[in-house]
């Protein structure tokens, strides 16, 4: 299943306000061509996605469209075209419907970016302390305004055209995080530099900072670990299982069965099973996996793509578990995470998952508008994960905590938990 491009996207962006190219890079397409280039996404859309009407009216969509349509009343480049349809993103609630633009844009140099890593914290945008440039003197500020504009106007412009899956912003924040910088860029231009208002300390502090260009910029870790299957254990009653990808090529149905034979064979009783930033991939995993935790005949999608009963395997672990989630836990991490909920296999610590907990578009094909050549990818087919109404979430945590990827606090609570002689 296809697992959201988050990779392409962290090179690109669809922010709703992009700035004219200030390099004089990318050509202007006139009103008519992008006229022609929106009614085609329009009627792509109408013809081919399986639930347009999920998460908004057909009214709601016609005007928001009408309103789109119209504002693109001058000529403008591809980027700014994309600030205008990725507007659609918010109704459409799918996060397997993606407009991305040509690769002869995308990343191409001269480009400034904003120099210091980034947090968003659902509340309040800070100067990051991970990565590059720890020892800054404002790192773990508050930042208050970028170039005059507030965080809460920025990071709701990033927000809003960002993709998600139902009615929520999880996987979006998650998107964020990783690669603001990029999306700040495409929305909000490339500046020289950077005024920047900090509240450091309970003082308002105002910072000059100079741009840097792509090749200045530190090398960003994946999100996706070197290995999509770590097995390790923190002590000796304890295993620790990493998948951070369900992909094709990156894992097989054998790693899986390996991995819990080494489990079985270390006699281990308490698991920790950590799927944070686990984007999906192939179901075939996804089951396999579930076939280790399930001792009953399950169905990862009652209806749709690879529907259909799975089996246990004869011997599957009966001990404690505990399963990490977060916004990056997408698409088929998210139809395990509803398997584990429906199962009460144990407590879900960390973020509400990406994706959604009842339904998933998917079975995406993409098209490529006539003139400025946009791939707009469209979901063709629903995935049910289970019968009933859509309520637009993903699968929620037992114990809510949010992920600190320096100090690990939500490894640390999973273990504290685990070892409890009886668990709520």
């Keep these: 299943m296809h697992t959201g491009l988050i990779m392409a996207l962290g090179l690109l962006s669809t922010g709703a306000c992009a700035q004219d190219d200030p390099f004089g890079r990318m050509p202007k397409w006139t ?6 280039d929106f009614d085609a996404l329009v009627r792509a859309l109408k013809d081919h996605h399986p639930a347009l009407y999920r998460y908004c009216t057909p009214q709601a969509l016609d005007r928001t469209v009408d309103s789109l349509r119209t504002s693109l009343d001058r000529p ?22 993606i407009f991305l633009p040509t690769e002869e844009w ?15 914290s659902d509340t309040a945008l800070y100067i990051g302390c991970g990565g590059a440039r720890t020892d800054h003197p404002h790192c773990g500020a508050r930042i208050q305004a970028i170039n005059g ?19 929520h912003t999880s996987y979006a924040n998650w998107i964020l995080n990783r690669w603001f910088r990029s999306y700040y ?41 070197e ?18 990808s369900f992909q094709r090529d990156r894992l097989k149905p054998r790693e899986v069965d390996a991995a819990f034979v080494t489990i079985r064979e270390h006699g281990i009783r308490r698991l920790v099973l950590d799927l944070r930033g686990n984007q999906g991939g192939e179901p075939r995993n996804a089951k396999r996996l579930l076939a280790h935790l399930l001792n009953r005949r399950f169905n990862l999608v009652v209806k749709g793509p690879s529907a259909g009963i799975t089996r246990p395997v004869r011997n599957p672990f009966s001990g404690s578990l505990c399963t990490l989630m977060d916004g990056g836990s ?10 584990l909920e429906a199962s009460a296999l144990g407590p879900l610590i960390g973020e509400e998952s990406g994706g959604n907990r009842t339904v998933i578009s998917g079975s995406a094909r993409t098209y490529h508008l006539p003139n400025t050549r946009i791939a707009c990818t469209i979901s063709r087919k629903d995935w049910w994960l289970q019968e009933g109404e859509a309520d637009g979430r993903g699968v929620m945590p037992t114990y809510a905590i949010a992920n600190d990827d320096e100090d690990d606090t939500t490894l640390l609570e999973a273990i504290r938990i685990i070892r409890l002689p009886s668990r709520p």
């Design 106 to 120: 995308a990343g191409t140099a001269p480009a400034r970016y904003f120099p210091l890593p980034v947090v968003w």
């Design 31 to 36: 009103v008519e061509q992008l006229h022609e």
């Design 185 to 225: 860029r495409f929305s909000f231009g490339e500046p020289e530099r950077f005024h920047v208002l900090l509240d450091q300390n309970g003082e308002r502090v105002q910072v000059m900072l100079e741009a840097l260009v792509a090749a200045e910029l530190p090398i960003q870790p994946s999100p996706e670990p």
């Design 330 to 339: 997408f698409s088929a991490t998210a139809m395990v995470l509803a398997q």
């Design 149 to 167: 504009v507030p965080a809460s106007a920025i990071m709701g412009t990033l927000l809003t055209r960002q993709i998600r899956d139902g009615v």
């Design 227 to 244: 290995r999509a299957l770590e097995l390790s254990f923190p002590d000796d009653s304890i295993a620790l299982l990493r998948i951070g």
């Design 76 to 97: 403008a480049t591809e980027f700014e075209l994309l600030g205008r349809i990725t507007a659609l993103y918010p109704l459409l609630g799918d996060g397997h419907t």
